[in-house]
């Protein structure tokens, strides 16, 4: 007869926690290892808090990129839709529009722009996500320089400043440490993202395109449809990680997330999501996040050349996905 | 003698220049297993597309329980009951088994445009089902990938029988099977009848034809070639009928190997 219970009700299922959460492992080791090496740096609740503010905009780009690329696509220009939705919404903002409008102005270029990417993959019927992205990276780009003439817009609204700057030290923190604004906005859209994609159908939609896009279509699934909503969704964190970055910073600078869509991807990919589709978690994601921010943090600490970091995380991208290679074999070979 | 669960008259469908199908009549009747069989390019698979709603007729009626119906899209077949299991399953390989079997049509609670997906029920109401049909798998939470042909065979037939479906249609059901689950798959076919469901299958192997098949109807060059009751006809009068002959009697060839 058919066996119902779910593994992890009977007893623990091992090979498929590690499997899942394995990931996470390695964040804490690498954590515990400059904690080790560096503990007078890299313990500091400064440092901390720093991490987290400083990868918080390349967290919302992976989640959106995890998405895409669980239904084997790719989104190249959310580095751009980052930078428009941060110019447009600076300009916004000196120009003296009401601050709550000006917070929605970066989720809502996001949107429009991936909008216009999934219309150009599934009404135009370009071959490729590769095609459509590349064009809005570049067309994106494009716009937010010709909107500020090239130059940076500085001196935001407090209130659009808030999310990507505020933290919270509870009194118990010397400023300028805290829990930083930018982290509870991660963590909402992750346990969100992570209840869509899990939890409802559309999320299961999304998986089933990525696993297997013909299954999807003799099942009924609007392929297409669910398609667009994956890029404005991608879009839209894009837009999001934009309004965050804008009020690290306070402006908002045309050269902002050039390349970053590359860093994303990375980041889905050594969080152990398959670059074919249909595989991966959003635990996952935000560890390959805290992976290569850790990274970085813990070669600046320790006075390692900034051309050291690229070559470095260069290789964990290659390792981390031979591990997964050599997991898969393994599995198969049971 | 009660109208036909299916009937298509006078069926015609041309793809520009190329004519596929040309009036061809068709009918299954409650829980009857027919055997559809044909050459590469008879129409065996243009038909079974307009009967599950993929294509429409250029030509000719549907009737579906003495009601006259058209399919804009597989849904509105399948709201009738007619579903199709395809040569390669269409099942999403990441997926396991029982999400597999609801995708689409997943249970749980309504919001808007959205489905909270009920994981618990979907797990429980696949793993009733599967037993009802005596389907045997280790869990439910297998991913399909990890199964083996005939198993994956048998979740997409019960995902074609999950929604009170009357008709099957069937594409090759033993084509990408290991000839040990061959059997399995078949013996599932007949259970199916049991259970009053109709099955069409479009197969090459005789054997699979003359194991489970009620009737057997061919189709030559998108025409109505020739049908009979199986009991009335033979493996190589059936033969004949795939190549063009009829009253095909002689011993063929490959008989004379052995």
């Known amino acids: 007869m058919t066996d119902t219970t779910a593994p992890g009700k009977a007893g623990i299922n091992w090979s498929k926690l590690l499997e899942g959460y394995g990931i996470v492992i390695v964040v804490v080791v690498m954590a515990l290892a400059l904690a080790l090496i560096k503990p007078e740096v890299f313990l500091t609740p400064q440092n901390l808090t720093n991490i987290l503010k400083q990868n918080a905009s390349l967290a919302l780009l992976a989640l959106g990129m995890y998405v895409v690329i669980v239904t084997a696509g790719i989104d190249l220009s959310v580095g751009s839709i980052m930078a428009l939705g941060m110019v447009a919404l600076a300009i916004a903002s000196k120009a003296g529009v009401p601050w709550p409008v000006v917070l929605l102005i970066g989720p809502a270029i996001g949107l429009a722009v991936g909008w216009i990417n999934g219309i150009g993959l599934t009404v135009l019927k370009l071959p490729h996500p590769f095609i459509m992205t590349l064009g809005t990276l570049n067309v994106a780009r494009g716009l937010t320089y010709l909107i500020s003439n090239g130059a940076p817009v500085s001196g935001l609204q407090p209130e659009v400043r808030y999310l990507g700057q505020a933290y919270y030290d509870f009194g118990l923190f010397p400023p300028p440490a805290g829990l930083p604004a930018s982290l509870i906005v991660v963590a909402v859209c992750a346990v969100a993202l992570w209840f869509f994609l899990e939890r409802t159908n559309m999320g299961r939609h999304i998986f089933a395109i990525g696993g297997n896009p013909h299954a999807a279509r003799v099942s009924g699934i609007n392929v297409d449809r669910t398609l667009v909503v994956v890029y404005m969704i991608s879009g839209f964190f894009a837009g999001l990680s934009g309004l965050l970055l804008a009020g690290r910073t306070d402006s908002g600078f045309p050269n902002a997330g050039l390349g970053i869509e590359l860093d994303a991807i990375a980041a889905v990919i050594i969080g152990g999501a398959s670059f074919f589709g249909g595989r991966g978690t959003v635990i996952g994601v935000l560890a390959g996040v805290l992976i290569m921010g850790i990274l970085r943090n813990g070669l600046n600490i320790t006075n390692v050349s900034a051309f050291w970091q690229q070559i470095l995380i260069g290789l964990v991208i290659i390792v981390a996905v031979y591990i997964d290679v050599l997991r898969r074999r393994a599995g198969t070979r049971r | ?258």
């Open chain 2, 1 to 258: 003698m009660a109208a036909p669960l299916l009937e298509a008259r006078g069926i015609s469908k041309f793809f520009g220049a190329i004519t596929a199908l040309r009036d061809v009549n068709f009918h299954v009747g409650h829980g009857e297993v027919l055997g559809v069989v044909g050459d590469n390019g008879a129409g065996k698979s243009t038909l079974m597309k307009i009967l599950s709603g993929l294509f429409r007729p250029s030509e000719g009626e549907l009737i579906f329980n003495g009601q006259p119906v058209s399919f804009s899209s597989p849904k509105d077949a399948q709201r009738l009951g007619i579903e199709m299991v395809y040569q390669d399953f269409a099942l999403a390989g990441n997926m396991p088994i029982y999400e597999n079997i609801y995708l689409g049509r997943e249970p749980g609670t309504r919001f808007g445009p959205l489905t909270i997906v009920d994981h618990k029920l979907a797990r429980q109401m696949a793993a009733d089902h599967l037993d009802r049909l005596h389907i045997h798998v280790k869990s439910v939470d297998q991913n399909t990938e990890d199964l083996s042909g005939g198993q994956r065979q048998a979740v997409a037939i019960a995902r074609a029988t999950a929604f009170d479906g009357k008709l099957v249609i069937m594409d090759e059901p033993t084509a990408a099977l290991a000839i040990k689950e061959v059997g399995k798959v078949l013996d599932l076919v007949k259970s199916l009848k049991d259970h009053g469901v109709a099955v069409i299958i479009i197969s090459h192997r005789m054997d699979d034809i003359f194991y489970c098949c009620d009737r057997v109807m061919a189709l030559y060059q998108g025409t109505n070639f020739a049908e009979a009751e199986l009991s009335r006809t033979s493996r190589n009068e059936v033969i004949g009928w795939i190549m063009g002959t009829k009253g095909n009697t002689m011993t063929l060839a490959h008989d004379n190997m052995h």
